[in-house]
């Protein structure tokens, strides 16, 4: 039954796309497609508009992967109009990103030992202070003052980076 509309659909196709070969592939999806439902053990009441809506739907997704497709060549846009990369992927920036993530090791790194794991398993491993205390064998309160050395260690590093090495300003009592 569906070989019978084969050719008037290849028609209709290659009068769409004028390609022979673009209509031949699309007419074998739009049947591909079809004898999948069937083969579903859905019933069909016509095959005929089925195969043309389907033909119409992959003629619809093809213009739109061409409209998303078609833009100017890189090498036809002067090398100054050329979009530039993001900063995380320029040397500079990937350097740049680098050092910072070194620094912020280091300050992790110079934490004592439980302080450090207390830190990391809140921070990084995303566990609650119970949780750690548990995991650790401290007190609740004790993991609390461990995770906020740790910010504390963050936020020097922090103050180191953008050049602002000095500590917290003191306040004077009033």
């Known amino acids: 039954m569906l070989e019978r509309y084969y050719r008037e659909l290849l028609n209709f ?8 070969d673009t209509a031949a592939d699309l007419a074998q999806e739009s049947y591909a497609r079809v004898l999948a439902v069937q083969h579903a053990g859905r019933s069909i009441l016509d095959v005929r508009a089925l195969l043309y809506r389907t033909a119409r739907n992959l003629l619809v997704d ?5 409209e998303v497709r078609r833009h100017d060549s890189l090498d036809a846009i002067p ?11 320029q ?7 680098q050092q ?9 790194e110079g934490l004592p030992p439980r302080c450090r794991e207390a830190f990391v398993l809140h921070v990084f491993d ?4 119970a949780q ?5 064998g401290i007190s609740v309160s004790m993991v609390e003052k461990h995770v906020v050395r740790g910010m504390l260690a963050c936020k020097q590093c922090e103050r180191q980076l953008e050049g602002r090495d000095d500590p917290a300003p003191e306040r004077t009592p009033t």
């Open 132 to 136: 750690v205390a548990r995991r650790m």
């Open 13 to 20: 196709l290659h009068r769409q796309v004028n390609d022979r």
């Open 126 to 129: 995303e566990l609650t202070h």
């Open 62 to 66: 093809r213009h739109r992967r061409a």
């Open 79 to 89: 090398e100054e109009e050329q979009p530039a990369a993001p900063p995380h992927l």
């Open 91 to 97: 040397p500079e920036g990937a350097l740049a990103s």
């Open 100 to 108: 910072v993530l070194r620094a912020y090791v280091e300050a992790i």
